[in-house]
Nanobody
Framework: QVQLVESGGGTVQAGGSLKLSCELS????????MAWFRQGPDNKREAVAV???????NYADSVEGRFTISKDNAKKILYLEMNGLNSADSAKYYC???????????????????????WGQGTQVTVSS
């Protein structure tokens, strides 16, 4: 069984930065695809970024160049460093992990929600203007 616990959310001014963390308990994170998704006021959950066991990353167009996903396999922690935040980034951010192995699409780890089995409870990020 895998459990994911996010932290690091909060309120930040537009243009500011925030770093989220997700602690994984259970099986090793080394071989997993681990991802960040977010759900805004419209309640649509969208992909943000993913990293696979080899460190290959994939980002949503909306965050490319502003957000950086990384992980510490020894500590079993996934990170999301967010810079240049704007109001459109306000959402609840969820950490997710695959169960059966990383799904690749065109050679990159998947940003598709149904490819992820384990989910955290989320951490709220609010960007004020």
């Amino acid at each position: 069984q895998v459990q994911l616990v996010e932290s690091g959310g909060g309120t930040v001014q537009a243009g500011g930065s925030l770093k989220l963390s997700c602690e994984l308990s259970g099986n090793s994170a080394g071989s997993r695809c681990m991802a960040w998704f977010r759900q805004g006021p419209d309640n649509k959950r969208e992909a943000v970024a993913v990293i696979d066991g080899d460190g290959t990353t994939n980002y949503a167009d909306s965050v490319e160049g502003r957000f950086t996903i990384s992980k510490d396999n020894a500590k079993k922690i996934l990170y999301l460093e967010m810079n240049g935040l704007n109001s459109a980034d306000s959402a609840k951010y969820y950490c997710a992990s695959d169960k059966w192995g990383c799904t690749l699409i065109n050679g990159l780890p998947s940003l598709v929600q149904h490819d992820y089995t384990y989910w955290g409870q989320g951490t709220q990020v609010t960007v004020s203007s």
